[in-house]
């Protein structure tokens, strides 16, 4: 279960609540881990978080871009 607020991205883990990390937020947006790697390089974890939260989901787009052809 995800719960998601203005301050905090939280996962519900074996009965437990946690932070997702910056690299789960990518996943979730459709970013691939070589993407995530090469951003945190010159990246915080603020950054990186706000990166995924101000992105458009990759397999969204991708899916939209097939249906325009």
């Known amino acids: 279960?995800?719960?998601?607020?203005?301050?905090?991205?939280?996962?519900?883990?074996?009965?437990?609540?946690?932070r997702?990390?910056?690299?789960?937020?990518?996943?979730?947006?459709?970013f691939p881990d070589w993407a995530f790697e090469r951003a945190r390089q010159v990246n915080s974890d603020t950054q990186l978080y706000r990166q995924a939260g101000n992105?458009?989901?990759v397999p969204v787009i991708f899916a939209i871009a097939q249906r325009l052809k």
């Open 55 to 57: 992105s458009v989901s």
């Open 20 to 30: 997702l990390t910056p690299k789960e937020t990518w996943r979730l947006q459709g």
């Open 1 to 18: 279960m995800l719960f998601i607020s203005w301050e905090r991205i939280l996962s519900l883990h074996q009965n437990r609540i946690r």
